[in-house]
């Protein structure tokens, strides 16, 4: 449902003219099989595989970006304008307490 409604309002972005490619079923089942094919990649790879070619234009990556992450997929953008996660250092728990 997730991918559904991202790509719905990709498409709804299209078709207001925010966007100039309007994003279609075969891009969301294309993002469906490679987290099918490529499960360690996880959503963000498989996005960042989706929207590859538009990472090289900041402004149209800063706005799928934000898009991405209204419907829960951490994307970001990091260097070079690729679609990124930035995560805290891992630090271990302290022994649970009865």
Not at 4 to 32: K, Q
Not at 72 to 98: D, N, T
Request: overall charge negative; cysteine-free.
């Amino acid at each position: 449902q997730k991918v559904a409604d991202l790509f719905a309002e990709l498409r709804s972005l299209a078709d207001a003219g925010s966007l100039g490619y309007p994003y279609s079923t075969r891009e969301a089942v294309a993002l469906v099989k490679h987290i099918q094919a490529f499960p360690h990649d996880g959503v963000l790879g498989a996005a960042a595989n989706i929207f590859a070619f538009d990472a090289h234009q900041p402004a149209l990556a800063a706005q799928l970006a934000s898009v991405l992450r209204r419907h829960g997929i951490p994307a970001g953008l990091g260097s070079g304008a690729q679609f990124a996660v930035r995560l805290a250092e891992e630090k271990p728990l302290p022994p649970a307490e009865p």
